[in-house]
């Protein structure tokens, strides 16, 4: 499944220049926990709850006191502290998942880069891609299978081929990299041969690890 399908649009952004302070307004009138951060239409960073708390007043005598302190002047773009991570609206959400994973962050700004200039098309949370997978457990009916394959080129190891050559009416695929070379397949399917499903898997060197009914 593509970004473009779990992703929030339109993005809630905030202006390179804003101040902390506003930004962090911003926020809890929004109930918003991140957002991209824009330098005209150019996607720089992104900003989050967690890096507004230490700068901005929190109560309102905290309020009334730090009114004069530069910290809840400065330009929220002076929280930036990393290079920007973005995902395209047609990349995979396993590849995004990956990336949240990799980099410790809670979401991506979604970025389409196929016209004159990058545009802001959304953004895609760790909250978005559990609705997605809950929206799918949920609906989804037949049998979900976690494989692992042997240590062989992918090409040779096609677990959606495999399902075709057995009738089985296969929904949805994901596939994660393990050590050593190998593969972890999670397929959700519908077959009238579960049995020989699992035959011709093992026949091909993949061993199943789980098998559930939906």
Not at 134 to 162: C, F, K, M, N, Y
Request: glycine share 6%.
């Amino acid at each position: 499944m593509l970004v473009r399908s779990a992703m929030s649009a339109p993005a809630e952004s905030v202006d390179a220049d804003d101040s902390c302070a506003a930004v962090w307004q911003r926020f809890q009138e929004r109930r918003l926990r991140r957002a991209p951060i824009v330098d005209g239409r150019r996607v720089i960073g992104m900003v989050t709850d967690r890096d507004l708390f230490p700068v901005v007043a929190r109560t309102v005598d905290e309020l009334d006191e730090g009114a004069a302190h530069s910290s809840h002047h400065k330009p929220v773009r002076s929280l930036i502290t990393r290079d920007l991570l973005g995902i395209a609206p047609n990349d995979h959400i396993e590849q995004a998942a990956q990336l949240l994973l990799r980099a410790k962050v809670g979401g991506l700004p979604v970025i389409d880069s196929s016209g004159a200039s990058p545009k802001l098309v959304g953004i895609l949370t760790e909250s978005d891609i559990f609705r997605l997978f809950v929206r799918r457990t949920l609906t989804q009916r037949g049998h979900r299978l976690v494989l692992r394959s042997p240590a062989r080129p992918a090409a040779e190891l096609d677990p959606a081929a495999i399902c075709v050559a057995a009738g089985a009416r296969l929904f949805d695929l994901s596939l994660f990299p393990l050590e050593a070379g190998r593969t972890s397949a999670v397929l959700q399917l519908d077959t009238d041969d579960l049995d020989g499903l699992l035959e011709r898997f093992r026949q091909a060197g993949y061993e199943p690890v789980l098998v559930e009914q939906n």
